[in-house]
């Protein structure tokens, strides 16, 4: 980033002017499974916790499970001062035809700002573009949630509301699917396995199978889709699906 976007003077000037800087190393929340255990010796042999529940720490752990799951060197987080997560950008997805990391990176601060709520969402739904598609992966569940695969459904142009339609293809490898749609503000457990209670919506189905869910909403709502394997099982599985989403509008 220093070597990049923030070599810009005035970059460096706005982020002074509007905002808080800090910066945290991804392995001291955990997000790094083969340093926690050295880590959590590490800090037992200095007497130096690390409260891994704060707001702040939460808000970027749930930044982490938003959006775009690339892989990426750096996640710059936009966190309002009652952390709430505003924008994500990764750093690898700086590159884009036409456009310089530094002026991307400020349309990027400014969006978040202005409320726009930048990276956050998957996909975006809108009366121009009221279809979209996208491919994933349905992993194995883990106890801590991290192989869970999160969708971000953003619908809130649909003012009046509208019905919610997800048309899924799983992938022919040996998993099944597991597909919850819940609201974006919904707390996934953190102890135990995402299920379909607190849910709007679910289905499920073996490799190879076509499902769909559906859901009638009365106003503009941004929306999460969580896909798992649906067997809690010892033995590790992956496999893909497609979804075509989209909404009519009422």
Do not use: C
Not at 50 to 72: E, M, V
Not at 147 to 154: E, F, G, S
Not at 155 to 174: K, P, V
Not at 211 to 216: A, D, G, H, L, Q
């Amino acid at each position: 980033m220093r070597a990049v976007v923030l070599s810009k003077d005035s970059m460096v000037e706005f982020l002074n002017e509007h905002f808080i800087n800090t910066w945290v190393p991804n392995s001291e929340l955990g997000r790094v499974r083969s340093l926690r255990e050295p880590i959590a010796k590490k800090r037992e042999r200095e007497s130096t916790p690390f409260d891994t529940t704060h707001p702040l720490a939460q808000a970027i752990i749930r930044g982490w499970k938003t959006g775009s799951k690339k892989g990426s060197p750096v996640d710059s987080f936009v966190i309002s001062p009652e952390f709430e997560l505003m924008g994500k950008q990764q750093f690898n997805d700086l590159e884009i035809d036409g456009i310089s990391p530094k002026e991307y990176y400020h349309a990027f601060l400014r969006d978040a700002l202005e409320g726009k709520e930048p990276g956050l969402g998957n996909i975006v739904l809108s009366n121009e573009h009221p279809l979209q598609e996208v491919s994933d992966v349905i992993r194995t569940p883990t106890v801590d949630n991290e192989n869970l695969t999160i969708v971000m459904i953003d619908a809130r142009s649909f003012e009046n509301g509208g019905t919610l339609t997800i048309d899924i293809l799983i992938g022919r490898e040996d998993a099944e699917g597991a597909f919850y749609l819940f609201d974006r503000d919904f707390e996934l457990p953190v102890e135990e396995e995402v299920s379909e209670e607190g849910s709007l919506a679910w289905t499920w189905g073996e490799s190879g199978e076509k499902r769909e869910i559906k859901y009638r909403f009365d106003r503009g709502q941004f929306f999460k889709l969580v896909v798992t394997r649906y067997w809690d099982e010892d033995v590790p599985y992956i496999n893909a699906f497609h979804a075509k989403v989209s909404v009519e509008e009422n």
